[in-house]
């Protein structure tokens, strides 16, 4: 089993519609969770960071729920140029190293 | 803004060569990675290295060493290259200390061993 999942989708949403992803994780150990955001043969770039207490930043909501050991982020009223990977990252006790998940894909038609 | 440069956005080189990724950060950061990319298997780390002179391997360090002689600048290479070591390869940063620090990452360089 993978230490951090996502289903790679795609997730092929209408304009305006709001979506949603989970990343599970398998160590009951890890201390801090990210979203990347990820275009098409670019590098990845932080979009948000997820903190227990769950946050918003604009249209992106990020959750997190220890006990079921998952974050999720919401992204609401899409934009096409949400089009993306978006990629969930843990940071283990140690503090130093992320283990990513391998991503999921996110398509906005109009 | 944090910028980490890595030396080639395209390399190719030949089976046998030796091969040398650079990386370069201008934000006094601790900690720096090497990670690669590939369809399918997602991002797999290389080898990171908390400070200078200081290295740890990843998940994947076979057929790759790395130097760190200066807080800046952490190089990845490729001691004999070989075709499965065709990838992309992204370089990273973070500040140490604090456990919200993101990785930042470098452009990438697509790397094609023929």
């Known amino acids: 089993r993978k230490e951090v999942e996502q289903d790679p989708g795609p997730f092929n949403v209408p304009e305006g519609a709001t979506v949603a992803f989970n990343c599970t994780y398998s160590n009951s150990a890890s201390q801090s969770f990210f979203w990347y955001r990820q275009d098409c043969r670019k590098e990845p770039k932080l979009l948000m960071s997820v903190y227990s207490s769950g946050n918003e930043d604009g249209r992106f909501t990020a959750q997190l729920n220890r006990a079921s050991q998952y974050i999720s982020l919401l992204i609401r009223d899409s934009k096409l140029s949400d089009s993306a990977t978006y990629l969930c990252a843990a940071r283990n006790n140690a503090g130093n190293m992320l283990t990513f998940g391998g991503g999921t894909r996110l398509m906005v038609k109009p | 803004d944090v910028k980490v440069t890595q030396s080639s956005r395209y390399l190719v080189k030949r089976t046998g060569e030796k091969v040398f990724l650079e990386c370069v950060q201008d934000m006094d950061h601790e900690n720096m990675f090497w990670y690669r990319q590939d369809p399918g298997l997602g991002l797999r780390l290389i080898y990171f290295?908390?400070?200078?002179?200081?290295?740890e391997k990843g998940d994947i360090p076979e057929g790759y060493s790395v130097s760190r002689e200066k807080k800046e600048r952490f190089s990845l290479i490729l001691e004999s290259a070989s075709t499965n070591q065709t990838s992309m390869y992204l370089c990273a940063s973070r500040l140490a200390g604090g456990t919200f620090q993101p990785q930042h990452f470098g452009d990438g360089t697509r790397l094609s061993i023929l």
């Open positions: 290295s908390y400070d200078v002179k200081m290295k």
